[in-house]
DNA sequence: CTGTTAGCGCTTTCAA
DNA sequence: TTGAAAGCGCTAACAG
């Protein structure tokens, strides 16, 4: 059996109270703190924190639940959000929506039955309704990377409309005129399309059906099809825009099954900056969210608002995703 | 404040035990039982895992300890685990020691601390040293993909060195006698360099330094700078064995690049089934890990170590790869 | 600063 | 079957 609190009680013949101050950092006899000390490491005495939880009602764990654990983009949120937060004494436990709603929900429901302290969420869709069980069991929860309709929680994104809008620009600004844009039906996707079809009303640009393609969801085959078709066009597009990681690799790797070339005979502009695309040739040009912030950000917010309560209006953070040049884009014309 | 079970006491004037008794699936009076579940309805009430916990010493939480969380490897399993850990009322909590020892070990006492019924982990290295705490505190581990120098622990793997035997056996079979190896020297990748050994020396063929790279790490620059260099030989090996996914994808992206073909000039025969190789042409041939069943035989292991105790000795679980045929072989000679 | 006392919400003897 | 009572290990008043 392991050691208890009444065993160093027993052991120091300091009472429980004196001892609990102790392990809570509170103030004791310098004396005393010694004496602690010596049964603790004597008896390798460790707190029980079930029995803890019990009685602050903090069970010290956050649910990050997850729209698709399998993403590249996923396992970088969550290895910055999990450091963060042990950083902190906070365990993660998360869950996998798989993209599917009736997963998520029952994810909620699960966050809220093991009673985490607070919920950090991607979600798959912009409807709120699923996230009534944690609202209702007053865990708060905290978005990432996506917002949903309703203002009852705290989000941390970037503007995808607007970074997309600006990607689309700067292929307009040098020259390019025929684009196509590949991007899922999926939340982001579906907004960095609006920041392409934005740009593209702005500069005057007819935005043509055989240009643009959507897939339900982020993946490299959507990328790897679509650009096929793109390729085998009698008009090629000259430039390119991808909605995501997973989408620009299949881009790439159909790209580069051609004999077509990137950026002489098309160029191209993903989203995030994940490793591979940055060590080929040539570099990508991509729109770099800024993965360790939109964790960071969203974990100090999570954990503020667990620790100070829900004084404030929820936040809507916004953080900003720059255009980071690589070699995948030429100027025409 | 959540109702109690005091509160569906005085609702159905039942005695706390045989509440309880309920909750957990004893016999009741029909009678009694109906009032009982109106009752929780009435009130919503969700019994604390907390002081539930308390009581059984239970906390219905295990902790995957996970070499890397951001390769695309995990990412699956930790999928495949979760899925079946919900399934049976467990929580996940996930713990990244970013390919650092040090951090392992943290992760480690971390899981201790919070008291996880148990432990899942892919270890980073073959020292199990770390793994004390967890067996000191009698909280049985499961290592899933790697093995470590130490009997205690319940393993499921695939037979690396086996697969990789099998694999070079393939390419020498199709008439290869010029085949290079990039891998890692992280566990697996070793592993597997020492199947690819074994097949080349059965077949009396020499390992040519020049056609050997290792890396650290399983990482797609590996796989690229790797093949890069392996092309730009005056005498190209005709086959390449790559040890992971993450290496596979930085081998394709190399022979994309340049005006070899595959397989009509090179062959290549990858580790890991996982999608982006196989939507692309050609179809690349891989050593097919069974990451479902690494996951739930894991799982499984688990659960009836925690729910049934130590009686069995460990078991080590070896599970098949199978090669799966594509297109990115070629018979020569 | 220290110790006593009362719970946190639940499970589990044990006797009825 | 049922219920009263004890107690899991800890924290949080409160009195000293």
Chains 1, 2 share one sequence.
């Not at 019990?54 to 654990?69: A, C, D, E, M």
């Amino acid at each position: 059996m392991a050691a208890t609190i009444k065993d160093i009680k027993a052991e120091t013949g300091l009472g429980l109270a004196t001892i609990s101050k102790f392990l809570n950092g509170g103030n004791v006899r310098a004396e005393n703190r010694v004496k602690i000390e010596e049964a603790i490491k004597k008896l390798d005495y460790h707190p029980n924190e079930t029995a803890r939880s019990l009685v602050t009602k903090r069970t010290k764990t956050i649910g990050f639940v997850v729209n698709n654990i399998s993403i590249s983009f996923s396992g970088v949120l969550l290895q910055h959000a999990s450091a963060y937060l042990h950083s902190r004494g906070y365990g993660m436990m998360i869950c996998d929506s798989n993209c599917d709603k009736k997963q998520e929900e029952e994810n909620i429901r699960f966050c809220v039955e093991k009673q985490v302290d607070g919920i950090l969420i991607t979600p798959t869709g912009k409807d709120a309704d699923f996230l009534q069980p944690a609202e209702k069991a007053g865990i708060p929860v905290v978005l990432l990377d996506r917002e949903v309709r309703s203002d009852h929680f705290d989000c941390v994104t970037i503007d995808n409309r607007n970074a997309a809008e600006r990607a689309a620009h700067d292929l307009i600004k040098r020259g390019h005129r025929r684009i196509a844009m590949i991007h899922s039906e999926e939340y982001t996707g579906r907004e960095r399309y609006e920041g392409y079809l934005a740009a593209m009303e702005k500069a005057g640009l007819k935005v043509l059906p055989e240009y643009i393609y959507a897939g339900e969801m982020h993946s490299p085959e959507l990328g790897y099809e679509s650009m096929k078709k793109l390729l085998s066009l009698k008009e090629r597009p000259t430039a390119v825009l991808s909605s995501n990681y997973e989408v620009s690799l299949g881009v790439i790797m159909a790209i580069h099954e051609s004999d077509i070339r990137c950026p002489e005979d098309v160029s191209l502009i993903g989203f995030d900056e994940l490793i591979l695309p940055m060590v080929l040739n040539p570099k990508l040009t991509v729109v770099a969210q800024p993965m360790e912030e939109i964790a960071s950000e969203g974990v100090r917010i999570l954990l503020k608002r667990i620790e100070e309560g829900k004084g404030v209006p929820p936040q809507r953070v916004s953080l900003y995703a720059a255009l980071k040049d690589g070699d995948s884009v030429r100027n025409v014309g």
